[in-house]
């Protein structure tokens, strides 16, 4: 039997989509550009949908931006989001299966002593820890924890936030009966009674509002920024040597989204962004940021807060045992990139560089 002849059209089409495909993997190529940008970060969605949490980076995964910018040059972007958090994309990137991630300081301090070539190049800082204990506890401080029975996830960002909180008061944690349990878990005991206190973020204030617990304490009404987490964008030494005009393209984009984000005028609309995509509702990420100056929460510089945070998040790891090798983290820091966007979009003044205690310099 003949093959029936094919319509000129539909000869085209047979071979126009690969074309294509091919025709924009030549352009990336041209421009000296990566055919796919590969990122991730922990899913943290309470809904359906995947999300990176309440930061610069999920924002800009949300509305599309870094798509928006490299679709021109057929760079694909590929989002990958993982349950199992920090300790399942450090193993991603020793496994060379990502280019860049958003993570908390705890795992990427483990991830580069551990070895892995990352390089630090957008920060995102000030997320809160609570404290939370039953309705009936008398416990109004951290000095009231010593000897106390408290729910703990050793192990993450959590334990380094603790243990800068404690050590504010001349406390430490051996003053104290850590159960160490991941954060489902030490909400159930929470409200079973089993712990005296828990420590974690903001899904202790989901409780709260049920009237479950009460949460006497925070590292907001600490008012110690010293105190609370600080994450970024971390990317490997491979890709940024590779393609460093593509870096320069995806930070340029974060310190816009930074922008938008850091204006008061926009509060309202990110954080419904958020609630929506995360599944979450409004009221708990109002509380989460409630009081809070945007400009600090999202300031992309890396500063002196961010590498004092992040030199004693390496210190403690170290003193817990959490790390075996330190390395010096001024040297793991890439500023040059989040510099250069703040100054092509003549944002020099509109975030200040913070000192190690996380007060503004004067400019």
Do not use: C
Not at 208 to 227: C, D, F, H, V, Y
Not at 239 to 268: H, K, M
């Amino acid at each position: 039997m003949k093959t029936p002849l094919l319509r000129p059209w539909n000869r085209l089409a047979r071979w126009a989509a690969p074309l294509a495909v091919a025709l924009s993997a030549s352009a990336a190529f041209a421009a000296g550009l990566p055919t796919t940008i590969r990122i991730a970060a922990p899913d943290q969605t309470a809904g359906s949908q995947s999300f990176a949490g309440n930061n610069t980076i999920a924002l800009a995964h949300i509305r599309g931006a870094l798509e928006k910018e490299f679709e021109k040059d057929g760079v694909k972007v590929e989002w990958s989001f993982f349950k199992g958090a920090g300790p399942a994309i450090n193993e991603a990137f020793a496994n060379q299966q990502i280019d860049f991630a958003y993570l908390g300081d705890l795992a990427s301090v483990i991830g580069r002593a551990g070895g892995l070539p990352t390089r630090f190049l957008f920060a995102v800082r000030g997320s809160h820890n609570y404290l939370g204990v039953p309705p009936d506890a008398t416990i109004t401080s951290l000095a009231d924890l010593k000897g106390k029975r408290v729910a703990l996830f050793r192990g993450t960002a959590d334990q380094l936030a603790l243990g800068r909180a404690l050590a504010a008061v001349g406390l430490h944690e051996r003053d104290l009966k850590i159960v160490n349990l991941d954060w489902t878990a030490a909400r159930a005991a929470l409200t079973a009674g089993q712990v005296d206190a828990a420590w974690q973020g903001s899904g202790l204030l989901v409780l709260r509002e049920r009237g479950q617990i009460k949460i006497p304490l925070s590292t907001k009404t600490l008012q110690n920024r010293q105190a609370t987490t600080q994450s970024g964008l971390v990317g490997t030494q491979a890709f940024i040597d590779q393609y460093p005009e593509a870096t320069q393209r995806i930070v340029n984009v974060l310190v816009a989204q930074a922008r938008w984000a850091s204006d008061e005028a926009n509060r309202g609309a990110l954080l419904a962004a958020w609630a929506e995509r995360g599944g979450r509702p409004v009221s708990l990420l109002q509380s989460e940021f409630d009081g809070d100056d945007l400009r600090f929460r999202f300031s992309p510089r890396l500063d002196d807060f961010i590498a004092t945070s992040y030199a004693d998040s390496v210190s403690t790891a170290k003193s817990l045992g959490l790390i075996r090798a330190d390395f010096d983290v001024k040297t793991w820091l890439a500023p040059t990139f989040v510099d250069k966007a703040i100054a092509a979009q003549n944002l020099q003044s509109y975030w200040p560089a913070y000192d190690a205690k996380g007060q503004a310099k004067a400019p």
